[in-house]
């Protein structure tokens, strides 16, 4: 199959990018069969991230696979808080870690830094380990698994956790709702509660002055501030536009 008729596939198929997707696919494609097969499962609707085994991301190329949450352009703006507030040796958590994205770019960026990592799914745990292999990586329930030692001493945790509103996940594209877990995507009936037990679970861990950042969207920010704060963290809400990013980010007294 040449590139002209890969990208004629794509193309049929829907894909918006498809002389950049056929580029990506012809490259990883071994053999002509192998290349027949990746554009099949890409034109049958897989995430173009999915089929390839990595995402693109921050710069770095972070190991995805079949079922896992791909990380968003958006959240690289989370990524970016974490390394600007985490300092050289410092400690950083991300809890609802997926691939490990967050942190591995805040490993890759931060000298020194201790990078702990959780996620409820044994898939996303496997590609973080992959991802972050000079970091922790735990499988468990938000921070149950984390070594007791950390608590009090994490400089930085973060979260993107999910916030998909239960209702709002037939509306997802059929990418993210037929080809990742939904425990990654749903966030309850208004799309906070994991944002919530998040905001409650960071002061036992989070050193003097330290800093929780939780991913949102702009219309649930004001949820998500009102919950970091009554949890005793100074609150306040950074965004970008140009990515449709926001970031709540709440601050520990002292330091």
Known sequence: MTGQEVVARLRAAGCVFAEDEARLLLAAATDPAGLDALVARRV??????????????????????????????????????????????????????????VGAVVAASVPGARVHAVDVDPAAVALARRNLPGGWVHEGDLDAPLPADLRGRVDVLVANAPYVPTAAIPLMPPEARLHEARVALDGGPDGTDVQRRVAAAAPRWLAPG?????????????????????????????ADEERDATVVVGTGAGG
């Open 44 to 101: 049958a609707g897989e995430p173009l991230e999915h089929v390839l085994g990595w995402a693109e991301f921050c710069g770095l190329r972070i190991a995805v696979g079949p079922g896992v949450f791909v990380p968003r352009r958006r959240t690289g703006f989370l990524a970016e808080q974490a390394v600007a507030l985490t300092p050289p040796g410092g400690v950083l958590v991300d809890l609802c870690c997926g691939t490990g994205a």
């Open 210 to 238: 330290g800093h929780l950042l939780i991913e949102t969207s702009d219309r649930q920010a004001p949820s998500t501030a009102a919950a970091v704060r009554s949890h005793g963290l100074a609150t306040r809400i950074v």
